[in-house]
T-cell receptor, first 112, second 114 residues
Framework: QKEVEQNSGPLSVPEGAIASLNCTYS??????FFWYRQYSGKSPELIMS??SNGDKEDGRFTAQLNKASQYVSLLIRDSQPSDSATYLC????????????WGAGTKLIIKP | KAGVTQTPRYLIKTRGQQVTLSCSPI?????VSWYQQTPGQGLQFLFE???????NKGNFPGRFSGRQFSNSRSEMNVSTLELGDSALYLC?????????????FGPGTRLTVT
């Protein structure tokens, strides 16, 4: 069964520090990788997508993809209390299937 | 551009009843996916529609069904409700169907079955 694994946390990070969130996946055929943020009681909000090995930066967020090691990570620089949320990793199931497989999410707490 | 809208936002039903949830995607988006989210199971894929055709289906019983209209709006129906169907039902829209398309979520419909 194809899986996406995330540490459930909570991950506690001081305000202003770098928060590092990790996600591993089992399907070597996966091509598309997404990070979402979900505040309690709200729906998931897309942060970033990444499709190629390496880093992709968007403001304070950097996604890193390593297909050989089958992991994708999200770095949040200069963490703010408003970044406190659950972060979901989603990976497409193989090259011929459009379905996304979702991780259970990592709860991030930014301490002022 | 308006986001994904879902109606109703909250719903309380009794076991055995049926329910229909509605989703209007972002203008121009042709793909709609439905998910069930519960604290214990996380986000579970229900089905995806593109151009009025179901392209993918998750591992849910036949009580869960959906459809998409020519204007890309989608509905999902749950018949013979069970207590375990209590969940947040999320709809996500994307421009097209395929692994490279980003999905954007609506606010969800919170269903409580008593």
């Amino acid at each position: 069964q194809k899986e996406v694994e995330q540490n459930s946390g909570p991950l506690s990070v001081p305000e202003g520090a770098i928060a590092s969130l990790n996600c591993t996946y089992s399907d070597r055929g996966s091509q598309s990788f997404f990070w979402y943020r979900q505040y309690s009681g709200k729906s998931p909000e897309l942060i970033m997508s990444i499709y190629s090995n390496g880093d992709k930066e968007d403001g304070r967020f950097t996604a890193q993809l390593n297909k050989a090691s089958q992991y994708v990570s999200l770095l949040i620089r200069d963490s703010q209390p408003s970044d406190s949320a659950t972060y979901l990793c989603a990976v497409n199931e193989g090259a011929s299937n459009y379905q996304l497989i979702w991780g259970a999410g990592t709860k991030l707490i930014i301490k002022p | 551009k308006a986001g994904v809208t879902q109606t109703p936002r909250y719903l309380i039903k009794t076991r055995g009843q049926q329910v229909t949830l509605s989703c209007s995607p972002i203008s121009g988006h042709r793909s709609v996916s439905w998910y069930q989210q519960t604290p214990g199971q996380g986000l579970q894929f229900l089905f995806e529609y593109f151009s009025e055709t179901q392209r993918n289906k998750g591992n849910f019983p036949g009580r869960f069904s959906g459809r998409q209209f020519s204007n890309s709006r989608s509905e999902m129906n749950v018949s013979t409700l069970e207590l375990g169907d209590s969940a947040l039902y999320l709809c996500a829209s994307s421009l097209g169907a395929g692994p490279s398309y980003e999905q954007y979520f609506g606010p969800g419909t919170r269903l409580t079955v008593t």
